[in-house]
């Protein structure tokens, strides 16, 4: 996600997560590279997704409340 390519960390984070599905920072991960994306929707999916793995995920919340301003409550 680093290198500026979110479709290639998608994949990765979707490789990840099928070889350890309770992994806290795939999710989070894949809420990143949607973001990056535009896919706003999908991004918020895996921050909640990250936040049922590790309620106490500062980054992840964060993340929600930037994309629910975005998206204005939707």
């Known amino acids: 996600l680093a290198g500026g390519r979110p479709q290639e960390a ?3 984070f979707e490789r990840q ?3 350890s599905p309770r992994m806290t920072g795939n ?3 894949l809420g990143q590279a949607w973001q990056r994306l535009g896919d706003l ?3 918020r999916t895996w921050y909640r997704r ?3 793995l590790d ?3 500062r980054e992840a919340m964060d993340s929600l409340g930037v994309i629910g301003q975005s998206l204005g409550g939707r």
Do not use: D, K, V
Request: glycine share 12%; proline share 6%.
């Open 27 to 29: 999710a989070l991960g």
């Open 17 to 19: 997560r099928a070889i």
């Open 10 to 12: 998608i994949t990765e």
């Open 50 to 52: 990250e936040l049922t």
């Open 55 to 57: 309620p106490g995920n």
């Open 41 to 43: 929707r999908r991004a």
